[in-house]
């Protein structure tokens, strides 16, 4: 057993701040304190953990003394502002937000992949990858390690929750009108997200590219350590409420066979393999809600480029995107 730890969650009643409060239950992380931190409008609710009320208090610079751990998933504007104080108190901060990812001192860490990059952190702050980049990375780095990855295809299948509650409530509200016939309100996605898929996840660069779309390939090639990697990303939100998919084409040194690719992740830690398309047996979001590891299914050699296998990733954005893997993080430490 790791000595407990002061642990601090900044933006506790976020989704993702109320599913840290979950796996730090689940996995009986050692703590001697919880601390819960919001904003203002927040301060005096309470939130149970492991059968106690604990009163959520009000984010402020004076809030992390004594404090081991922050986990913070309230926003980069909250995190650039507060994760250098806490820093500095001597608090390790664990980031989900994007504001620090590509700081070359600050680690990019997903516990299965690069763990060792979590003990060197000169600033005291260590990223938590886009919830994509994650959920991709975990089908592609064991195929990595025994193939050699340099390069890939990928275009992701982004639930709604992952724009947040706004997300959801929107696609709610659609359903409904289109049900009662009454006009639809747009309000989070520049299009219908009702009975519709839209190309555009985060804003558009001069590339062509979306912010999001590039993540895949500056996260990946940090985390891999990979910095000649090869990305192409297209990012589509759909009409699901929980859960990423990913299709991937991905591109080897060695040219792997489908038995070889799947023995990989029947030995593959985080991940579960369902590869069985011919009896209906494949990974789809509704099976990942909730759930730590990532499905891999519908494996097969590309048709088009040699060395290259194409599969199907889904994982919990929520979850393993986001909330368990900083409690992961929280454990290396």
Not at 243 to 259: G, N, Q, R, W, Y
């Amino acid at each position: 057993m790791k000595s407990p730890a002061h642990v601090a969650i900044v933006g506790a009643t976020g989704a993702v701040g109320r599913e840290m409060l979950i796996c730090l239950a689940e996995r009986d992380f050692p703590l001697s304190k919880l601390t819960l931190l919001a904003s203002a409008r927040s301060a005096g609710q309470t939130l149970t953990f492991r059968g106690e009320e604990i009163v959520i208090q009000e984010l402020r610079e004076d809030s992390f003394q004594g404090i081991d751990i922050a986990l913070f998933s309230a926003g980069g504007g909250i995190s650039e502002t507060f994760a250098p104080i806490a820093a500095e108190s001597g608090c390790i901060v664990i980031d989900n937000s994007s504001a620090f990812r590509m700081d070359p001192e600050v680690p990019l860490v997903v516990p299965e992949i690069n763990p060792q990059a979590a003990q060197q952190h000169p600033r005291n702050i260590i990223a938590n990858p886009n919830c994509s980049t994650i959920i991709t990375l975990m089908g592609l780095a064991p195929l990595h390690r025994a193939f050699g990855l340099t390069g890939l295809i990928a275009s992701t299948y982004q639930a709604v929750s992952g724009s947040g509650a706004q997300g959801i409530a929107e696609l709610e509200s659609q359903v409904q009108s289109l049900v009662a016939g009454t006009p639809i309100e747009k309000k989070v996605y520049p299009h219908q997200i009702a009975h519709n898929v839209i190309p555009h996840v985060d804003v558009f660069q001069d590339s062509g590219y979306t912010k999001e779309e590039q993540k895949m390939l500056h996260e990946g090639r940090k985390i891999l350590d990979l910095p000649e990697l090869k990305v192409t990303c297209t990012c589509v939100r759909v009409p699901v409420m929980r859960s990423h998919s990913i299709s991937v084409t991905a591109i080897f040194e060695k040219d792997p066979t489908l038995a070889e690719a799947q023995a990989v992740f029947r030995n593959a830690s985080g991940v579960e393999l369902r590869d069985d398309p011919s009896q209906g047996l494949y990974p789809v979001p509704l099976d990942t809600i909730g759930k730590d590891d990532c499905l891999i299914g519908r494996i097969r050699k590309d048709q088009v480029l040699p060395q290259a296998l194409a599969l199907w990733i889904v994982g919990d954005q929520v979850r393993k995107g986001a909330a368990l893997n900083a409690v992961q993080i929280a454990e290396l430490l």
